[in-house]
């Protein structure tokens, strides 16, 4: 079992940067799938990206945000990140970092009910 708890969050102007940390409680943090995802009010709870347990090989990322977030993980800081660049308003959201050990990467890593694990959010507000 982990425990996760997210922190960074804030109110940032458009075209801002924050970073979100995940640290996770437990001693096999390097066993478990990673997921950052975000819910705006009003909406379901989306996948924004997620990191196989080692950090290596593809990260995949929802369109919205290619190209200006990257997660990323300290296996012996039991933390993962989600550094956020070029804030737009509709990245408003609480954002959630997710984690299972027995996810099936390939076809499930954007998939919230594959994740077992769940912090309590952090809330992200880009002001236009």
């Known amino acids: 079992q982990v425990q996760l708890v997210e922190s960074g969050g804030g109110l940032v102007q458009a075209g801002g940067s924050l970073r979100l940390s995940c640290a996770a409680s437990g001693r096999t943090f390097s066993s478990y799938a990673m997921g950052w995802f975000r819910q705006a009010p009003g909406k379901e709870r989306e996948i924004v990206a997620a990191?196989?347990?080692?950090?290596?090989?593809?990260?995949p990322y929802a369109n919205s945000v290619k190209g200006r977030f990257t997660i990323s993980r300290d296996n012996a800081k039991n933390t993962v990140y989600l550094q956020m660049n070029s804030l737009k308003p509709e990245d408003t959201a609480v954002y959630y970092c997710a984690a299972d050990q027995r996810l099936t990467w390939a076809t499930n890593w954007h998939k919230s009910n594959e994740y077992a694990y769940w912090g309590q959010g952090t809330q992200v507000t880009v002001s236009s």
């Open positions: 990191i196989s347990w080692s950090g290596g090989g593809v990260t």
